[in-house]
C-alpha cells in the first residue's frame, strides 16, 4: 500500500470508530466524561486525513495521525483502569459522583445541570470482558500501528 492510502485507512478508522461511538449513543449507551475525551482525537485524525487529501501524504501529517491515535488510547487506557479499580478516577464522574468540591453556590442551585451523571467507573457495555474504552485502546493502537507503517513507506504519491 502506498503512504497515502496508509494515511486515509487510520482516518478512516477512525472515523469508524467516531460512528460506533454515535451509534451507541444512539442505542441509549450514554457517554461519561472520558468516553466524550476519547472522542476528541479520533476527530483530529479524521481532520488529519483531510489533510492528507488535501496537502498529500506528508511525515508531519502521519505523526499527527499517530499521535492522535496514541492520545485516544491512552485515555482509553486510563479510562479501563479507572473501569477495573486500577487506579482512581475523576471525582467528578466516579464512586458515589457527589462530591461538591469546588462548585459554586450558583452550580449547586442551577437548575440548568444535568440531572444524571454518567459514571466513568461503571462498564456501561462490554464484548469478550472488555469494556467499549478497552476496544477503543485496542484499535487505537492498531490505527496508530498504521499512522507509523505510513511514515516507513517511501513513496511520495
Keep these: 500500500m502506498t503512504r497515502k492510502t496508509l494515511m486515509l485507512l487510520a482516518a478512516f478508522g477512525s472515523l469508524a470508530l467516531l460512528l460506533g461511538a454515535f451509534g451507541f449513543q444512539a442505542l441509549g449507551y450514554a457517554p461519561c466524561k472520558l468516553c466524550l475525551w476519547q472522542r476528541w482525537p479520533h476527530g483530529a485524525a479524521i481532520a488529519i486525513g483531510a489533510f492528507v487529501l488535501l496537502l498529500g501524504p506528508l511525515t508531519l501529517l502521519g505523526l499527527a495521525g499517530a499521535l492522535a491515535a496514541l492520545t485516544t488510547a491512552g485515555i482509553g487506557t486510563y479510562h ?25 453556590g450558583s452550580d449547586m442551585l442551577s437548575l440548568d445541570a444535568p440531572t444524571g451523571v454518567v459514571m466513568c467507573d461503571e462498564v456501561a457495555w462490554s464484548f469478550a470482558g472488555l469494556s467499549m474504552a478497552s476496544w477503543n485502546v485496542i484499535f487505537s493502537l492498531l490505527l496508530a500501528l498504521i499512522w507509523l507503517a505510513a511514515l516507513r513507506q517511501r513513496d511520495r504519491d
Excluded at 80 to 104: D, F, K, Q
Design 80 to 104: 479501563t483502569g479507572i473501569e477495573r479499580g486500577w487506579w482512581p478516577g475523576p471525582t467528578s464522574c466516579t464512586g458515589g459522583g457527589n462530591v461538591l468540591e469546588g462548585l459554586s
